[in-house]
Every structure is written in structure tokens, then in C-alpha cells.
């Protein structure tokens, strides 16, 4: 067919995916009215690299057209001016006068008020929840045919059927539980052979996985909780991608993703990126390193995968609504490529939150990734919330190891002191668990006591709770298992396709367990010191640890007895705080106390007393 002009051009519609499934465009479209006006379009089909654009819409300009290294890859740069209205804008490529592909690419209107979304914050208290072991709301999705990984519930490393259907099934449930957020693993296309259920090898960064949903499930999802009154997090991977992904079978460049004579793995010490003394070969190997042999390591320094990834995340955030992001293996990516992803992404948002997953072992080395971190030097990560992996190991050891110096409770009062390394630690993420670590439960022997004194500290104290799903109920797994047995199914869902599949007899105390955490979290909900509130903390003596959370007119006194016996606590050591208030009213049982000399508190007990 000869180009008579571009008016008289029959076009393919794209909606996603172009009707050729042989050309494929990302991202599958975009908006007007962004505040950065380019947007870089990346096509892939055969031989495309070889053809002239011709691009027509008024409005849009084209600013750029690369042929990278691949003939099978073209980019282009167009940029939207403000004037631009929504409509489809005319694509055209051609080699010696003959058309080799032609596309409407959609230019949508942005959803109204999404610039001004309201991330998530203090006020919040996060539930997580991996999509495959929660609820099975479709059936008919449990195994897909152009999957490579079918259903096996009976497999704790297989899929189970979870999906996003199930979720909205149950977000009364979690609503009603008293918990604000939901962060949900990656629901991105993992077409993986095998261990696909967890979401962490993307295959496809703009689809969620067909055996969850579709991409409009996950936008109803999403609607579904801000008409509930919860957030929604969403979760992103720009380190890695599955090895299945189209990239790998047909490589944009060859610099798209770290590569070795063979196969090298990283050396997992995040700590080089901040160490004054780290060698280079330690630092580049911990960067460049692969996760695994399915995950192959992304290379950020290369500029077009560094767009790519940049607009995926906004083109999720606009097209879906999320709340926020939790951004995976935060420090394994190049971090002046991941200031820069922070910078584009609240230029867009400005109101939005991000938290990023700093997996490392100490205050110092969690805090540099903060933005504006007294520790972190000329480095500004823009990073507002990091995960407090130091106040997870420190919650498990005040309860399992014996009290001493810097132990038992002492752990978490050490861990607290060191928040002047933090540009501001009541927005880091704290939590007991997570779905790499073993639950919590098991962690503590499966002593209910403690659970009770270490959630009601997670509750309590400085930063933002995520609980992990079925914590309520008091969910056990050891990860030396394997990670299949820490991420079982979710008991309150929906499995009747889960044929020998493991399920949780809900007994007295796990009934029991769900309740106080009910109690708690529904009274954090709406507790103002708790949201706003300052620490005091008191060194630990004895066995029992104090902290209050208190504002201008307002306290909340903590105590935590550990002891197995009875304790008579003497109230003259706090008076800097009580000398304001006559009495205390426990949020659990609605017990008053009289804060006059002293009071007797319970062995093994946390008492939470709002102060009057």
C-alpha cells in the first residue's frame, strides 16, 4: 500500500496492545496535562528500526526518533503540549514508501484530582497482603493458557489461585479489622516457569497477571478501597524483571541488563552504597550482581531503560489510583537513578509517599536512604519512608532474649536512641514480619503473651505499622522451610478450589488474638497523640518498659511488663509527663487507674492507658 497521506490511512486502534500483536508500544498510552510534557515511546516488532515515523496530531511535537542498537526496537519522543486535547494521535512507520505499521496512540484525559492524591502517612497502619494466598475469587483464572505456571494449591511454592476478585471480596473484613492501608506483592505479569506466585520476576511491567485479574480488576480494586476508606500501596521491582520477560529474549541493547561471562550473583551487601571504605569490585558486584538465575539484573544507566521504568511507575499510579508505592530491593539499583525516580515521581504527585525496601541490619545504614538523612552527606534521595529492618530484629529480640544490658527490652530502647539518624523516623515502616521472614508467632515460640506486648508496642510507638496478613490469627511458618511455608493461605479467604490445601483451624486464641488486634488497631485509628504525638521513652528497669505519646494537651503511657509475675510500678520516675494528669483508662478493658504513687501491673501484660 503506497502513503497517499496520512488522513487517508486506515489505523489500528491501541488500547493496551495493538490489534497487530506483533507491535507493541510502551507505555500502552498516555495523558495530557502532565507536568513533565515528553513522553518516550518505546515500539517493538520486527524490523521496525528500519523505518521513517511520520507523526500527526496537533499538540504533539516529535521531539526525538532513536533507532537503538536492536532494528527490532524504535524510540520516540514526543512532547504534549498543554494545548494538547485527548485524542489519538497518528503514527506511521514506513520504509521505502511502503507501510510497515500504523498506529492511533491514545492520549487520555488525567484523572481529576490525581495530582493532588494524598499518600499514605503516621496515621496509618498498613495490612499486606500477597495476592495468591489470600482469597480465590475466580475460579475460572486459577490456571491460564498462555501462563506457563498452572494452579498446584497442594504445592507450597505453586500457585494457589489467590486473585484480585478475592481481595475485594474481603475489604470489609479488613476495613472492619481497623487497619487504613493494603500493600499487596507485586500484581505485574510473572510468566515464569516456576515460584511465579510471589510477583517478583515481572515479565510484563504494564499488565497485571492475568491469574490475578485484569489491569481494570486492579483499578476496581483500587475504588473499591478509597470508597471503604483504605489505601491502597502498590508495589514495584525496578532491579530485576523475570527472565521470561520480551527484553530477555530479544535484548533493546546490549547494556539493558548487567551481564558476566557467567552467571554472577550479587554479593547482597547493601551496606557498600554507603560505606566510606568499600572497595569498588565489592560495590559494583553488590549493583550489578544478579538476584537469581530467572532474575536478570537491570542496568538503570542506560537511559532509555531508565525512562522506561520511570513512566511505567507513573502511568500505574495515573491509570490506577494507588495510594503510594513500596519500592523493592531499594539500595540494589543504582541510587542516583533512583533520586532521579523520586524527583519525576513527585513532581507528578507531590502529596504522594513512597517507602522503599532498605533491608539492612543497622539504624545508620537504614537511615542514609531517607531523604535528607543527617547521615546520608551530599546525597539526597528524596525518599520519604524506608523499611525499619533494625526495630523488626530489636521487637523479636526484646521478647525472646533475657534482660540485660543491651537486651531483652533494652534492644528496643537502643534502637529508638538512634533516630537522630533519621531526617524523620515516625515516617519509616515498621512491622514484626513481613513474607520474607519467618511469622512472627513462631519467632516468639508461639507465646501468645508476647504477641500481645509486641503488637501493642508496634501499635504504639513512633512510625507507620504493617502488619502481614493473618498475623490477626495468629499465622506460624519458619522461612528455613522455605519462603512457601511463611506465605500460606490466608484463612479467612475464599479457597474452595484449594483442593488439599493448607487451612488454619481457627481456635479459641486465635479468635481471641483477632479481637485485641481489633481493639487496638480500631483505637489507633482514631487516636490523634498516635498519629501526631511525640516519644518519651524511659530506659528499661526491672523487667518493664515505659514510653509515652503525648502532644500539648494529650498523652498515651505505655507499660510493658515482661516479668512473669506482678509488678508494682512507682509512678514518681514519670512524673515529668503524669504531674499533667489524675488518671488512666485502658483502651482494652476500660479499667481505670489513678496515677497517684503507684499501680500494680500484671505479669506478662501491656498496658495502654489514654491519660485524663
Not at 499518600?119 to 489470600?134: A, C, N, Q, S, W
Not at 505485574?188 to 517478583?200: I, L, P, T, V
Request: charged letters at 25%.
Amino acid at each position: 500500500m503506497k502513503i497517499a497521506g496520512l488522513l487517508l490511512l486506515v489505523l489500528l486502534s491501541m488500547t493496551g496492545v495493538a490489534q497487530d500483536r506483533s507491535l507493541r508500544v510502551d507505555p500502552p498510552f498516555w495523558w495530557v496535562g502532565m507536568e513533565n510534557p515528553v513522553v518516550q515511546l518505546m515500539f517493538h516488532a520486527e524490523g521496525i528500526g528500519t523505518a521513517e515515523v511520520l507523526v500527526n496530531y496537533p499538540g504533539v511535537k516529535l521531539l526525538r526518533k532513536i533507532r537503538i542498537e536492536n532494528p527490532n526496537y524504535y524510540v520516540l519522543d514526543l512532547e504534549v503540549s498543554k494545548d494538547a486535547r485527548p485524542g489519538k494521535v497518528q503514527i506511521v512507520f514506513e520504509y521505502q514508501r511502503e507501510i510497515l505499521y500504523a498506529v492511533e496512540y491514545e492520549l487520555r484525559a488525567r484523572v481529576s484530582g490525581s495530582r493532588e492524591r494524598k499518600g499514605f502517612g503516621k496515621e496509618d497502619v498498613i495490612y499486606l497482603i500477597m495476592p495468591d494466598r489470600f482469597s480465590n475469587g475466580d475460579l475460572s483464572n486459577d490456571t491460564v493458557a498462555d501462563m506457563f505456571e498452572a494452579a498446584n494449591p497442594a504445592n507450597p511454592n505453586g500457585r494457589h489461585g489467590g486473585d484480585i476478585k478475592g481481595i475485594i471480596e474481603i475489604t470489609d473484613y479488613i476495613s472492619d479489622l481497623g487497619v487504613t492501608a493494603i500493600w499487596l506483592n507485586p500484581v505485574q505479569e510473572n510468566n515464569m516457569q516456576a515460584y511465579s506466585y510471589h510477583g517478583y520476576a515481572i515479565t510484563d511491567f504494564y499488565r497485571v497477571d492475568p491469574r490475578l485479574g485484569s489491569n481494570e480488576d486492579y483499578r476496581a480494586l483500587v475504588d473499591d478501597c478509597h470508597e471503604k476508606g483504605l489505601k491502597v500501596i502498590m508495589d514495584m521491582v525496578f532491579n530485576h524483571c523475570g527472565g521470561n520477560h520480551f527484553w530477555i529474549k530479544d535484548l533493546p541493547m546490549e547494556n539493558w541488563v548487567h551481564q558476566f561471562p557467567e552467571f554472577t550473583k550479587s554479593n547482597f551487601r547493601a551496606e557498600t552504597a554507603m560505606d566510606p571504605y568499600a572497595s569498588d569490585f565489592d560495590r559494583e558486584r553488590m549493583l550489578t550482581g544478579w538476584f537469581d538465575t530467572p532474575m536478570p539484573d537491570l542496568n538503570q544507566h542506560n537511559e532509555f531503560l531508565a525512562e522506561y521504568l520511570i513512566q511505567s511507575s507513573i502511568w500505574w499510579v495515573e491509570y490506577a489510583g494507588p495510594d503510594g508505592i513500596r519500592m523493592d530491593t531499594y539500595p540494589y539499583s543504582y541510587k542516583d537513578f533512583m533520586a532521579k525516580w523520586m524527583d519525576r515521581i513527585l513532581k507528578e504527585y507531590p502529596r504522594f509517599n513512597i517507602v522503599g525496601e532498605t533491608w539492612l541490619q543497622k539504624e545508620s545504614h537504614t537511615a542514609y536512604w531517607q531523604n535528607q538523612s543527617p547521615v546520608s552527606g551530599t546525597y539526597d534521595s528524596h525518599l520519604p519512608s524506608v523499611t525499619d529492618f533494625p526495630m523488626q530484629y530489636a521487637l523479636k529480640d526484646a521478647f525472646t532474649d533475657k534482660e540485660g544490658w543491651i537486651t531483652g527490652l533494652n534492644r528496643l530502647y537502643y534502637v529508638l536512641s538512634q533516630d537522630l539518624a533519621y531526617a524523620d523516623p515516625f515516617m519509616n515502616v515498621i512491622f514484626a514480619d513481613n513474607h520474607d521472614l519467618s511469622r512472627f508467632y513462631t519467632s516468639i515460640g508461639e507465646d501468645y503473651h508476647k504477641f500481645k506486648m509486641a503488637m501493642a508496642v508496634l501499635l504504639t510507638t513512633r512510625g507507620i505499622p504493617m502488619i502481614y496478613y493473618g498475623t490477626e490469627y495468629l499465622m506460624t511458618g519458619e522461612e528455613s522451610k522455605g519462603h512457601g511455608f511463611i506465605r500460606e493461605n490466608f484463612p479467612g479467604g475464599s479457597w474452595e478450589s484449594a483442593v488439599g490445601s493448607w487451612q488454619l483451624a481457627v481456635g479459641e486464641e486465635q479468635l481471641e488474638a483477632y479481637d485485641y488486634l481489633k481493639i487496638l488497631l480500631n483505637w489507633r485509628k482514631n487516636s490523634e497523640v498516635i498519629h501526631q504525638g511525640k516519644l518519651k521513652q524511659f530506659v528499661p528497669q526491672d523487667g518493664i518498659y515505659v514510653y509515652f505519646r503525648y502532644t500539648d494537651n494529650d498523652a498515651v503511657m505505655v507499660i510493658i511488663n515482661k516479668n512473669k509475675e506482678e509488678k508494682t510500678l512507682d509512678l514518681k520516675r514519670f512524673n515529668e509527663v503524669l504531674k499533667e494528669f489524675k488518671k488512666g483508662i485502658d483502651i482494652t478493658t476500660k479499667e481505670q487507674f489513678f496515677l497517684e504513687s503507684n499501680i500494680n501491673i500484671k505479669p506478662e501484660t501491656a498496658l495502654i492507658l489514654e491519660l485524663k
